[in-house]
C-alpha cells in the first residue's frame, strides 16, 4: 500500500535529503509522471511496516519538514529584507 501526499512547491527533494539523514525515506512523486511531473508530491509506502514504525517514520518525516520549511521560510524573510527598494 502507498499514500501519495502534496506539499508547497519545489521542497520535496530537499525534504527527501533531510528525511534519509533520519533514517526514514520516500518516493518523490515526480518520478512517476511520464510528462509534466509534480514536484511537490511524495509517495509513502507503508505495506509491510509495523504500525509503531509507522508513527515514528510520520513523526520523522515531520521533523524533517519542520526543518525545511522554517528554512525556507527564513531564506525568504533574508532575501526580501535585501533586496533593493522597488525590485
Not at 535529503?17 to 526514514?24: A, F, I, W
Amino acid at each position: 500500500y502507498s499514500a501519495w501526499m502534496k506539499l508547497r512547491p519545489r521542497i520535496t527533494r530537499e525534504l527527501l535529503q533531510l528525511c534519509l539523514r533520519r533514517n526514514v525515506c520516500f518516493v518523490p512523486g515526480d518520478v512517476f509522471y511520464a510528462e509534466r511531473p509534480d514536484y511537490s508530491t511524495m509517495r509513502l509506502s507503508f505495506s509491510t511496516s509495523r504500525p509503531e514504525d509507522l508513527r515514528e517514520g510520520v513523526a520523522r518525516i515531520r521533523s524533517a519538514h519542520a526543518e525545511v520549511t522554517t528554512s525556507s521560510s527564513t531564506l525568504s524573510a533574508l532575501v526580501a529584507a535585501t533586496a533593493p527598494a522597488g525590485a
